[in-house]
């Protein structure tokens, strides 16, 4: 059952007391559950903080493993233990009260609820159940109950504790931050997936002209006035995946690997995680006062239910539900249904030839007749289009094809039944990344001027080609990223919007990603395969560096020519086993790592492909991992128009919610 408790009003110190107390996350790999180290959780956890007014669920579980059982006599309390903009929280004398959770937050709780799971406690377990050990996981009985739309208006720091199996207790420090006035009309957060300082100045030096060491010209992103890093962790693990990094961008929230808008709790469901109330959702419903009901905006170069994009609208444990997320943006609880989507993902809007919509349906037509979109699937007809009406713009199946393919080696998208709409034929005519924000920039001014909006634009290939190692096709879709970054502004000051309008430049997470040198490719290629030694004599470090040999000669800001002499010796420090020739793929993406046909293990197992070309590199991760993967380090984030100065320095990626919110005046006052 869950009992009854007070509320009790400390002092700031008590609060101060309490955040530096908190336990350290443990150390280790596995876990039973994300920010849940004792046998009782609390989501969200401590350390979590809130928009006063934002909408949030809340969920306690009680674990038993092996043969215990849940005790299911719990309770959870809640007392504010200071007001962060008021230090005089007791000038009156107040007696301190006690207060139970469900009285405070008068949210009547779900029925308790009881389930199942398993987890794996260290590599060890984790490997041999991989190899067929039906007995190396730990089994876990819960106990569960859940609160749902949760809302404090009040800012201040606060204390939530379960209490739990007859005295043990979880406490969790809540900070309430309090809302802002508006600071600009319009947002948009550029977003360059896997993003580093290290590929913005290798994108930098492939496509600026410089004499003498110095640069004639910068990038776009290199002239705004602020500059700052973000630490993108995630709720429990150093390194994080594009999830549930957009997650807290979108959120103020951290999250694990995987998750969207949720704190995921271990039950079976991956839609009834605890949520969290997105931007797009709070602008969706910000006051008149405030402002009004803002427009919302997404462009991606992904699929439109990719990590990504879909964290802005989505709410889900588990990012690979792309077909029901799709059902999210028109038909969830609080649904967004966003003013402009573009990008790609068709399989999951029909059920034609490679389709794989949720239960068959034709999501295209229900977008249009059930919400009024608008819906292109071409090049030709986003550009065409020029009403107001919600604009869906779908341009690939899957992912869209690169810059690099889409522009140089156009004969690469003939290979692939990538049409969106299920025809099987090739899409051949895809839009430019620059194309699709301009056209949803005018689509949003139409809809929302008087209000304002929010646009998330992402290049998502950045990360796409760094995964498998390309790294020309990564740099270009930066360059494509920075090209529509000043055409965005030019846009906007033609519109008389650049006042209004705050622009930041971040990443999601990092690669480890560098270059160290100069690779002479015609010297590396006149020797065999078998001359290892010798190819590594092409390549140049210090003085012998040099410089390569791309130009940009007709000025559009990318190379003219890919396949040049002189390239760039980079790599990564977490890869496959694969080749490395230091050569522009041609004929397609490059492909580092391919199944063996033959192993003993029972996972899966990579190896670099029969025949491929270069020096040998024997993998730094274990060998089921076929392509690079994400890394450690801080990310940059460019700001610039109103509200800009909040973004300088080093911050968590948490914070960059609260500081898009505090700009765009969102939340609820008391």
């Not at 204390?159 to 009309?185: C, D, F, H, I, M």
């Amino acid at each position: 059952m869950v009992k009854v408790f007070s509320f009790a009003l400390v002092t700031i110190a008590t609060a101060i007391a309490a955040v530096s107390a908190a336990p350290l996350d443990p150390a280790g790999q596995f876990k039973r559950l994300g920010a849940c180290p004792d046998l009782g959780c609390v989501f969200p956890p401590d350390r979590a903080e809130f928009l006063a007014g934002a909408h949030f669920d809340v969920r306690v579980e009680i674990h038993a493993e092996n043969d215990a059982k849940p005790n299911t006599d719990y309770s959870l309390t809640i007392q504010k233990i200071s007001n962060s903009h008021d230090a005089r929280d007791n000038k009156h004398g107040n007696k301190p009260k006690l207060v139970d959770f469900s009285k405070f937050s008068k949210v009547k709780p779900s029925a308790q609820e009881s389930w199942d799971f398993n987890y794996f406690k260290d590599a060890a377990a984790y490997w041999k159940a991989q190899d067929g050990d039906k007995t190396s996981a730990t089994p876990v009985h819960v106990a569960s109950t859940a609160w749902r739309q949760v809302s404090i208006k009040e800012p201040g720091t606060y204390k939530v504790t379960l209490k739990y199996n007859n005295g043990k207790k979880t406490e969790a420090t809540w900070v309430v931050n309090p809302v802002s006035k508006r600071k600009a009309k319009n947002v948009i957060l550029f977003i360059g997936d896997g993003m580093t300082t290290a590929m913005i100045t290798a994108a930098r030096l492939i496509s600026k002209p410089h004499t003498s060491g110095k640069y004639s010209k910068h990038m776009h992103m290199d002239q705004f006035p602020v500059l700052g890093h973000i630490m993108t962790h995630s709720l429990d693990s150093l390194i994080t995946d594009s999830a549930n990094s957009a997650s807290a961008y979108n959120t103020g929230h951290k999250s694990s690997a995987g998750a969207l808008g949720v704190y995921p709790d271990s039950s079976v469901n991956p839609f009834d995680d605890p949520k969290q109330e997105l931007i797009a959702e709070l602008l969706r419903r910000r006051s008149k006062k405030a402002g009004g009901k803002g427009g919302v905006g997404i462009v991606t170069t992904a699929e439109v239910q990719d990590a990504t994009p879909a964290a802005v609208f989505a709410h889900t444990r588990n990012r690979d539900e792309k077909a029901t997320i799709v059902d999210q943006m028109i038909h969830g609880a609080k649904p967004v249904v966003a003013d402009v989507i573009l990008g790609g993902g068709g399989r999951y809007f029909h059920s034609k030839t490679g389709g794989k919509s949720l239960n068959g349906t034709d999501y295209y037509a229900a977008y249009s007749k059930e919400r009024g979109y608008k819906v292109v699937n071409d090049k030709d007809g986003l550009l065409n289009y020029k009403g107001k009406d919600p604009l869906l713009g779908i341009f690939h199946s899957t992912h869209m094809d690169v810059w690099m393919d889409r522009n140089v080696y156009k004969n690469n998208l003939a290979k692939t039944a990538s049409d969106p709409t299920g025809t099987g034929k090739p899409a051949l005519n895809q839009p430019n990344f620059d194309q699709m924000v301009l056209k949803g920039l005018e689509v949003l001014d139409k809809r929302s001027r008087n209000e304002g909006w929010f646009l998330m634009a992402e290049a998502a290939s950045v990360d796409k080609m760094m995964h498998p190692l390309d790294y020309d096709r990564a740099l270009a879709d930066l360059l494509e990223l920075d090209n529509t970054i000043g055409k965005t502004k030019e846009w906007l000051k033609k519109h008389k919007l650049d006042k209004d309008t705050l622009i930041l430049v971040t990443a999601d997470h990092a690669h480890s990603f560098d270059v160290y040198g100069s690779v002479d490719t015609q010297y590396f290629n006149s020797f065999s395969a078998s001359e290892e030694a010798e190819k590594k004599n092409s390549i140049g470090t210090y003085e012998n560096s040099g410089w390569p040999s791309y130009v940009d000669a007709d000025g559009d800001g990318f190379p003219d020519n890919w396949d040049v002499r002189y390239t760039l010796a980079a790599g990564t420090a977490g890869f496959p086993t694969h080749r490395e020739d230091f050569q522009v793929s041609i004929n397609g993406s490059n492909v580092p790592a391919v199944l063996q046909s033959s192993s003993h293990h029972h996972y899966p197992v990579y190896d670099a492909p029969e025949g491929a070309k270069g020096i040998f590199k024997g993998a730094t991760l274990s060998n089921s991992e076929q392509v690079g993967v994400h890394s450690l380090q801080d990310v940059p984030i460019f700001a610039s128009g109103p509200g800009s100065n909040l973004f300088a320095g080093i911050q968590d990626n948490t914070e960059i919610f609260h500081k898009i919110a505090e700009v765009l005046g969102l939340g609820d006052r008391e």
